[in-house]
């Protein structure tokens, strides 16, 4: 039978059954994980942007909401400065985090300097129905603004729902942009709250049972099994 998991540490949501979560940080690092992006006015999973239809409801890990500043270099992550908004820490100030010689900037394709660091939000979700896991990356304007009215609408509900976590709708809106003309922006909505240990395992996590006999065979199983579809952060 399943075992109802329950983390305290870090406040991850619990999930029903086990896995490794050495082998589940191993398998999201090297494949760079499952993020879910917002573009051009579009809900997009994974590295090969799936489409995924407004309206879809995913479970939210307040608790583990991260903010900081990311470097990228020939379009890949090369230095995260980040930490959980829980921890109370600052982010440093762009002036902190050095790479400040524009002349040394990968440049756009209008050949104008780009940023090399980025100011990001990282949300970890899950389907409430299958466990699949994600984490909503946000850098531009819309997407920081969005995580920043998700967290005062949480603030102003978290207290009647104790103990709970939020189910959000996946949803956008849109303004008109002086230049670029209508515009989409991201909105997460607060549409229903469910419990800790609620969320199903991810696909492939495997069942413990902790009701085998002493005579019985044990073969231990590869924690990269284990852990096929987990990710560490529920």
Known sequence: MN?????????AIAVQGGYDPF???????ANGGTFLKFSKGE???GQDNQDVELGRLLVANMNELSIGWIRW???KPAERRMNLLTSGIRPDSRAELG????????TDADGKPVDPWNFTNELPLAD???????TFSASSKGGIGCIGNLCKAYAAQRGQHPGLFPVLELARNSYMHPVYKKTYVPVLNIVDWVENGSVPPPVGA???DDTLSASAT????????KAAGAKTRF
Do not use: F, H, K, R
Request: no cysteine; net charge negative.
């Open 3 to 11: 075992a109802l998991t329950n983390v305290e540490q870090g406040g």
């Open 23 to 29: 082998a589940a940080y191993g398998a999201e690092a």
């Open 43 to 45: 809900w997009l999973l």
């Open 73 to 75: 270099e020939d379009g």
């Open 99 to 106: 790479y400040t010689d524009q002349t040394l900037w990968d």
């Open 128 to 134: 409430p129905e299958t466990g699949e896991q994600m």
């Open 206 to 208: 495997v069942e413990e």
């Open 218 to 225: 044990v073969t231990e199983t590869p924690a990269a099994t």
